[in-house]
């Protein structure tokens, strides 16, 4: 299918206290250019979310970003060390007793002594974090995947219209030709019958000069090429509900053909009708070349 190189996706990701967020947003861009921000908990993940990226996209430029969000309850549990506890309220009351002092051992001061408490950290494991990581990066790809293919189907079918702007205008050129052409043998004509008088005009040479004004205003080879890059240009825009590779390049190529073909024939008008359609071409064409920069 034919892709823009512009959209959006955004995946997420829960487990054991831990919230992945995935955004992804790209853009048109000559190669595929990636920017991952990650958390420092995910920077070992880096390579593989790359790698996971390049089976979804050929080309754009894109900006991926990752957060994670703790649920602290679940990341760390306090425990108290009730054996450490014990021991130092026994050395506390002992101390009560041989020294002849009060005894005033509280709860809240047991607590504060080295040891009573400790912290268990339940950070997952590295693989239950990729496990997240992946998740959330394909449901974010999917979803740019699937925005992009709208773009590119809104991209293909404006497409196709100013291709067939294009072969209008081409038609109205190549009909209206050979009028011009017989208005000139005429004009040629008469012309030539008015210097001369009643002198005999050579109607050979009158033939010569008419097949050199021909010759040189014919455009037909031009039109022929023109429309025959038009079905080329359709025929990849078919070929993409097939090819799993981007066809922007293999588009850009044809356009640039097209206008070639476009400047040439606008060059041999000698008619203002004709250039005026010969413009609306070269216009239509540089509206296309506009929309697939943005084709992948």
Known sequence: MICSMTGYGRGEAADRGYHITVEIKTVNNRYLDMNIRLPRAFQAFDTKLRALVKQYLVRGKAEMFVT???DEAESANVKCNLQIAEQYAAAMHEIAKQTDVKDDTTVSLIARMPEVFKIEDNSPEEDVLEKLLTEAAVEALKQLTESRAREGAYLAEDIRGKLTKIREHAA????KVPEINA???RKLKERIEEILGNHTVD???????AAIFADKSSVDEELVRLNGHIDAFLVTLDSAKEESEG????LDFLIQEMN????TTLSKSTDMELSAHGVEIKT???KI?????NIE
Request: net charge negative; hydrophobic share 30%; no cysteine.
């Open 68 to 70: 994670l969000e703790t």
């Open 183 to 185: 208005a000139y043998n």
């Open 260 to 263: 070639r073909e476009a400047n």
């Open 284 to 286: 239509e064409i540089e």
């Open 289 to 293: 070349r506009e929309q697939i920069q």
């Open 247 to 250: 066809i922007g390049r293999k």
């Open 203 to 209: 109607e050979g040479r009158l033939l010569t000069e």
């Open 172 to 175: 109205f050129i190549e009909g």
